[in-house]
């Protein structure tokens, strides 16, 4: 480019383009003089230098636009000569003077003049900050523990699907996968070894690992008990289907609320006597509590230990031997009765209206079978009926004193859910020895309070939490929502030493941001190797997985895919009035007298049941009538009145068959033939729940004096 272009150049440009570019060189320069500096301690000589640059900038900007205007104007007048040179410069001057004098140049003006401002503003609020913090997030550091931060831990953690039959392997339990997709095995020694306690609240996934843990206990061959007070939705269609899979008998269902079609269960008909004593005085609430109701509670107990040799085992007979009906009970224990039994009376008729517990003698389910023979039992309760809860902790008593009389053949897992409802002294007590007598359970509840809050307030709460808590060394934990919980599952699982940052300083710059300096001080601290978040912030199918001599570990669970989901057949409301005989209808009693011939006795005494039909009832009533009116015509006046068939039956004591008394004692009737009449087909029933009749001063009416 030649003198001649540069001068053309020149005054064609510099409206506006040349000015702006000098007004914003000297905006530039005028702010890095007069906006100061931070002043430091220690400089070195760079930062002398650049404090001075910074001083002298707006002097450099004013000599470099005075140079160039000299520039210009000496190569003007070395082209154009001394006065054309004068007169360009007098055009570029005029220029200028339009360029400021058009308002409409002014706010491309002060933009520029603002600009370097606002340059330097976005570098130390915004720019400067970020790129301090990337460069500390990015950094080589000499250790990579962390505190745990629950917004963290929440959003870490995500459920795994997968199918959890895949990983079944002989001679392992299979309880999930960890983080890194790997199984988690316990071998089948160290697991029959350990009962497990498994905790978790509703929908957090517990019974998806009871039914992982079930289903491997009947592919193992295992007896598989699993006692449901819910009821869970899957876990009776997992064990069909797992019965079915691995060739075992499909599962026995025990029914205690009696809605549903199962086997019945007498709760106190087997067992030696001690047990069956055990187990019904902790039903009926008649042990001592320490109160001043023990003196009551004492004199049931005496009468329940006075009639406990007639007693057949079923709740009907034990019913019928607290109104006195049976020949053993002579009238001083009749009167006992009367007087002191209401309330063990009124209990026993309250289990009777439980239509799960009535089964035939010797019908029922049959807990030693069971446990004998390691079949597969699904047993349903209820956390709301009291009596349901009353006669599952009898079955579950039942199942620990049978483990701990006979040797059982086989290993048997027994899985209690809400285990707080049907928790008892017995079963804390005996955890330790049925590992011994080849029993291991699963006691699952949703928090540890809950062992605190047991339903039968007699018990001693917290020396039961102490007694599962210390027996139950496989721990399963699934999202705690109470601190307690939360902090109890962490202690199990162990503290470890990080080392974390203790200080990190920051500086704040002139233009109030703040700058990570890059130091830090860094210490070692002792924490949980399960954190408290990272209990509190469980996913649904994720637990906490502690046993003795392994370290803790996150683990995945997934449900066991079903063919189809069997369910219970429920039982209509009118077939369980029907077997409760809850609606009776009265019959009307036949005056006529009758008399049943040799063959009915001769049937009836080879035949002998423990309850008898009214017709029988009133067979016998009628033979009784007919030869007391043979004798009432001999003996008394004619115009004396003479008892009729409904008296001498409201008269008339309960006679009850027990099965030690068939055939021991007979009934000559009088002015008939010699035959006797078998006492077990007497069954008289008394009106208005009465047991005795007074006759005139308070004379008891017995037998004899028929």
Not at 309 to 325: R, V
């Amino acid at each position: 480019m030649n003198a001649e272009e540069i001068l053309r150049y020149t005054l064609e440009n510099i409206d506006p383009y040349i000015l702006l570019i000098i007004t914003g060189l000297l905006s530039i320069s005028a702010f890095i003089t007069f906006s100061g500096t931070v002043e430091k301690k220690d400089k070195s000589a760079f930062d002398y230098t650049v404090i001075h640059l910074k001083k002298v900038s707006f002097v450099l900007a004013i000599l470099i636009i005075v140079v160039g205007v000299a520039i210009i104007f000496t190569i003007a007048s070395r082209t154009l000569g001394l006065k054309t040179a004068m007169e360009y410069m007098g055009l570029l001057w005029g220029k200028v003077k339009s360029f400021i004098s058009d308002w409409t140049m002014w706010p491309g003006l002060i933009s520029i003049m603002v600009l370097p401002s606002l340059i330097k503003l976005l570098h130390h609020r915004m720019i400067k900050p970020r790129f301090s913090s990337w460069v500390r997030k990015w950094r080589v550091k000499q250790m990579n523990d962390s505190i745990s931060d629950i917004r963290t831990e929440i959003t870490k953690l995500e459920p795994k699907d997968f199918d959890p039959r895949k990983y079944f392997k002989d001679g392992f339990m299979f309880m999930g996968l960890d983080e890194n997709n790997s199984p988690i095995y316990i071998d089948d020694e160290n697991f029959k070894k350990n009962h497990s306690k498994v905790l978790g609240p509703s929908q957090t996934g517990k019974g998806v690992m009871q039914g992982v843990l079930i289903a491997q206990a009947i592919k193992k061959g295992w007896g598989a008990w699993f006692n449901d007070l819910k009821p869970d939705d899957f876990i009776y269609s997992i064990m069909v289907q797992s019965c079915k899979e691995y060739g075992r008998e499909p599962p026995i269902v025990v029914d205690l609320t009696g809605f549903h079609e199962s086997i019945k269960y007498a709760p106190f008909e087997n067992g030696t006597d001690a047990e069956r004593i055990a187990r019904v005085t902790k039903a009926l609430r008649i042990s001592d509590s320490g109160g001043t109701a023990d003196y009551y509670m004492a004199n049931n107990r005496k009468i329940l230990y006075k009639i406990f040799p007639l007693w057949d085992g079923t709740l009907k007979q034990l019913s019928k031997l607290l109104e006195g009906k049976h020949p053993a009970i002579d009238d001083n224990l009749r009167l006992m009765i009367q007087e002191k039994a209401e309330n063990l009376s009124t209990r026993v008729m309250e289990w009777c209206q439980q239509p799960a517990l009535h089964p035939q003698k010797g019908q029922g389910f049959n807990v030693k079978n069971a446990l004998m023979n390691n079949r597969v039992v699904y047993v349903l309760g209820s956390m709301s009926d009291p009596f349901v809860r009353a006669a599952n902790i009898a079955l579950i008593d039942e199942i620990v004193q049978v483990a701990k009389r006979e040797e059982l053949p086989g290993h048997t897992f027994i899985d209690a859910d809400e285990c707080r409802f049907i928790a008892t002294d017995l079963l804390a007590d005996s955890l330790a020895t049925l590992l011994s007598k080849k029993v291991s359970m699963a006691i699952a509840y949703q928090a540890r309070n809950d062992m605190k809050n047991l339903t039968d307030k007699t018990l001693n709460a917290e020396s039961i939490q102490n007694g599962i808590e210390t027996n139950t060394q496989l721990m399963i934990c699934h999202r705690a929502e109470d601190d307690d919980t939360a902090e109890w599952v962490c202690e199990k699982t162990g503290t470890i030493a990080k080392t974390l940052t203790k200080l990190e300083s920051v500086e704040t710059n002139e233009w109030g941001a703040e700058e990570w300096e890059g130091k830090r001080m860094v210490g070692q601290v002792e924490d949980y190797l399960i954190t408290l978040n990272q209990v509190k912030a469980l996913p649904p199918r994720i637990c906490v997985i502690a046993r003795p001599g392994v370290l803790a570990k996150i683990c995945y669970t997934c449900f066991i895919p079903l063919n189809e989901k069997v369910k219970l057949k429920a039982l209509s409301v009118e077939s369980i009035n029907d077997e409760l005989n809850v609606v009776k209808k009265p019959k009307k009693q036949d005056t006529t007298p009758s008399v049943k011939n040799s063959n009915d006795e001769k049937a009836s005494d080879t035949t002998p049941s423990p309850s008898h039909t009214e017709e029988e009832v009133d067979d016998l009533l009628s033979m009784i009538t007919s030869n007391s009116k043979k004798s009432e015509k001999k003996d008394k006046p004619k115009d004396k009145a003479k008892p009729s068939v409904s008296t001498i039956k409201e008269a008339t004591p309960v006679i009850h068959e027990s099965p030690d008394m068939v055939d021991e004692k007979k009934v000559v009737a009088p002015n008939n033939t010699d035959k006797g009449i078998d006492l077990s087909i007497l069954e008289i029933e008394p009106t208005k729940g009465t047991e005795s009749v007074q006759n005139e001063k308070n004379k008891t009416f017995s037998l004899d004096d028929l």
